[in-house]
């Protein structure tokens, strides 16, 4: 297989987050198995473009055929996401479904993520099974090939509430997955790296229920 890339992106906005060191926790246990099948891994933070609820004039799935990105906003997130071949997409869970930021930031393009393979890794104080669902059903909507295998990793009782209200992810919660939800993740890796082997055509696109 030809080198590919794929984009692990922290989707959580808020000030106060464990998005990184959940994205950190993924990375650990996935580049070195996609690594040794030539597909590199590059670390995306959304919070790093500062994307507005979504503000352009036209619709994403105009560009880039029939139109452009007016902000530099759109056109840096546009460049970054179209860049890479995958996505592994970290997400959090906020009141029982999809975080706002996690949504505006996939409703802002089309065409950039549109045939490519994907993979989603949810977490929250319940393990974000809602929220991956709701991702999942937009994804493969709109045409992207979303893997199988979409690991939930819950916060542990104890951790909760530094999670949540200080962006802090205790030891507890980390050693739990480490022994509980590594595998999965892997799987996920696993599933993704399989996608990556298919060409981006329309035989293999998903059929939205």
Same mark, same amino acid.
């Given at each position: 297989?030809?080198?590919?890339s794929v984009?692990?992106?922290?989707?959580?906005t808020?000030?106060?987050?464990?998005?990184p060191t959940?994205?950190?926790?993924?990375k650990?246990?996935?580049?070195q198995?996609l690594?040794a099948?030539g597909?590199?891994?590059?670390?995306?933070?959304? @919070?790093?473009?500062? $994307?507005?609820?979504?503000n352009?004039? *036209? &619709?994403p799935?105009m560009?880039?055929?029939k139109?452009?990105?007016?902000?530099?906003h759109?056109?840096?997130?546009?460049a970054e996401?179209a860049k890479?071949?995958?996505y592994?997409l970290?997400?959090?869970e906020?009141?029982?479904g999809?975080?706002?930021g996690t949504?505006n930031?996939?409703?802002?393009?089309?065409?950039?993520?549109k045939?490519?393979?994907?993979?989603?890794v949810s977490?929250g104080?319940q393990g974000?099974a809602?929220?991956?669902?709701? @991702?999942?059903s937009a $994804?493969?909507g709109m045409?992207?090939r *979303? &893997?199988?295998?979409?690991?939930n990793l819950p916060?542990?009782?104890?951790?909760v509430f530094g999670?949540?209200g200080?962006?802090?992810?205790?030891e507890s919660t980390?050693?739990?997955?480490?022994?509980?939800?590594?595998?999965?993740v892997?799987?996920a890796?696993?599933d993704?790296?399989?996608?990556?082997?298919?060409?981006n055509?329309?035989?293999?696109a998903?059929?939205?229920k």
């Open positions: 297989m030809t080198s590919k984009a692990l992106i922290t989707m959580s808020r000030g106060a987050r464990v998005g959940v994205a950190t926790f993924v650990n246990i996935i580049e198995p690594s099948a597909i590199s891994l590059a670390s995306v933070d959304l @919070v790093k473009f500062n $994307l507005p609820v979504y352009e004039s *036209v &619709a799935a560009v880039p055929d139109a452009q990105f007016q902000y530099e759109s056109r840096a997130w546009s996401i890479h071949d995958g592994v970290v997400i959090p906020y009141n029982y999809v975080a706002g949504k930031a996939i409703d802002y393009l089309m065409n950039e993520w045939g490519k393979p994907a993979a989603i977490y104080v974000g809602n929220a991956s669902e709701q @991702v999942n $994804l493969s045409g992207l *979303v &893997a199988e295998t979409r690991p916060f542990d009782k104890p951790d999670a949540v200080g962006g802090r992810l205790g980390l050693k739990t997955w480490a022994a509980e939800r590594a595998d999965a892997l799987k890796a696993e993704l790296k399989g996608l990556l082997l298919q060409p055509i329309d035989v293999n998903p059929n939205p």
